[in-house]
């Protein structure tokens, strides 16, 4: 009897170590990621069923994606996160938050977590001008996901009804007045253009001034903002509205200005790719969608958000990151996520899918944002970039409040970005 109780014990000892084995192969290696949306729309839904997919083929991992507003919220409560000592592991935020994170050394260079041939070209599979943003000192801290350039979108209807061609957009800044002053109606009901000028003007701007032949910057710690032709682009900017009159005067709403196109209260806007699939969705007209206008030349600054992985995450959270994130910009997952938001597909494999490939035949203006990346120039990015940005962003929308000349206001913001940046050259 001793004896096989002796054995009985044995086996449930056996039984339980094989069951503990067992459910730690099954443990799950669990990460929170923060997330922005910076237009709006159902882009929640699209993220959290993307992240769904990947755990079903990734039963092992546990995503806990966490929506945290627009793209200063969701930089703000990733870094609150690493002080509170309950860190995220890894983050979509602004491509242009780069030097500030390596500066906070909150960040890990991807090309010390790949590992395999497979991943290091992956690396390296991305558009070239959209990686700009996300490189630094020789090494990638950033991958592209939810990207874009400013594109213009302008109602066809609206541009027949002026007698002009629908099918030939503004090329030109000449041209975009001229067009701009027929479409503007004297009872102020319909306006020619709208340029946003709050949120992110300094976007909008960067556009402005590489069209003009400048960048708003040369590298991470020097400024351009008192440049000739940067402050011909902001006195242009300006009379848009107070000479030429196809603008209105003062500032517009980066959150209102899609509605006011959808409602016909201007009849062109510059705005995120990232608003495509919301038009298309909502528009009760004609719409085209156009590469923005030539000064000098065509231009406009890349921009949405990149993944970041956190230094503090453990070498399984890091490599677990690594796979949602080839996972997320795969060919096949960037084109479905181009589809459902407008944002890019950022690699060109993923615009040689069926899907994008399909998408794109039906639907051509799915493709100006990728064609216009032969024209792009990185997004304004340095180190303090929050308040080289804040005071960009004030000395313009001084300018078309009419309170500062272009001039004055961005020589000001120039000195004041020399002081702020003179410690990092």
Do not use: C
């Not at 990733?78 to 860190?87: F, K, M, R, T, V």
């Amino acid at each position: 009897m001793k004896k096989t109780i002796q054995k009985l014990s044995h086996s449930i000892l056996a039984m339980a170590g094989a069951a503990m084995l067992s459910a730690n192969a099954m443990a799950e290696t669990e990460l929170t990621m923060y997330y922005p949306v910076a237009v709006g729309g159902a882009l929640t839904k699209t993220v959290s069923s993307m992240v769904e997919n990947f755990m079903d083929e990734n039963p092992d991992i546990k995503v806990n994606a966490i929506y945290a507003g627009n793209y200063n919220d969701a930089r703000v409560k990733a870094l609150a996160a690493l002080e509170s000592g309950q860190p995220a592991q890894l983050s979509v935020m602004f491509s242009i938050d780069v030097h500030e994170l390596r500066e906070l050394d909150a960040i890990v260079p991807f090309d010390e977590i790949v590992k395999t041939d497979e991943d290091k070209a992956w690396l390296t599979s991305f558009y070239p001008s959209l990686m700009e943003n996300g490189t630094a000192v020789g090494k990638t801290w950033g991958i592209p996901f939810q990207r874009s350039t400013i594109v213009m979108y302008y109602n066809k209807d609206a541009f027949r009804a002026a007698g002009l061609d629908p099918e030939a957009p503004p090329a030109t800044w000449e041209e975009l007045v001229s067009s701009g002053q027929k479409l503007t109606k004297d009872d102020g009901s319909q306006w020619g253009l709208m340029i946003p000028s709050t949120g992110y003007p300094y976007w909008m701007f960067g556009a402005l001034a590489m069209q003009n032949g400048d960048t708003l910057m040369s590298s991470g710690d020097r400024t351009n903002f008192d440049n000739p032709k940067v402050i011909e682009a902001l006195a242009f900017w300006k009379d848009l509205g107070s000479v030429h009159k196809i603008m209105p005067e003062g500032t517009i709403e980066w959150g209102t200005l899609r509605q006011n196109f959808l409602e016909g209260r201007t009849a062109m806007m510059w705005h995120s790719t990232g608003n495509l699939s919301a038009v298309k969705e909502n528009a009760e007209f004609d719409f085209g969608v156009a590469m923005l206008p030539a000064g000098e030349r065509r231009g406009t600054p890349t921009g949405g958000g990149n993944f970041y992985i956190f230094k503090s995450a453990s070498d399984e959270e890091r490599e677990a990151s690594l796979k949602l994130i080839k996972f997320m910009t795969s060919p096949e997952n960037s084109a479905a996520w181009s589809v459902a938001t407008g944002y890019m597909g950022v690699s060109p494999a993923s615009y040689e899918t069926d899907a994008l490939k399909s998408y794109v035949a039906d639907f051509p203006p799915a493709a100006v944002a990728r064609d216009q990346l032969e024209f792009a120039t990185a997004e304004l990015s340095t180190f303090q970039a929050g308040r080289i940005r804040k005071g960009l962003d004030d000395a313009i929308q001084a300018v078309l409040t009419g309170s500062k000349t272009p001039d004055e206001a961005l020589t000001e913001a120039q000195n004041s970005a020399n002081r702020i940046l003179h410690p990092y050259r």
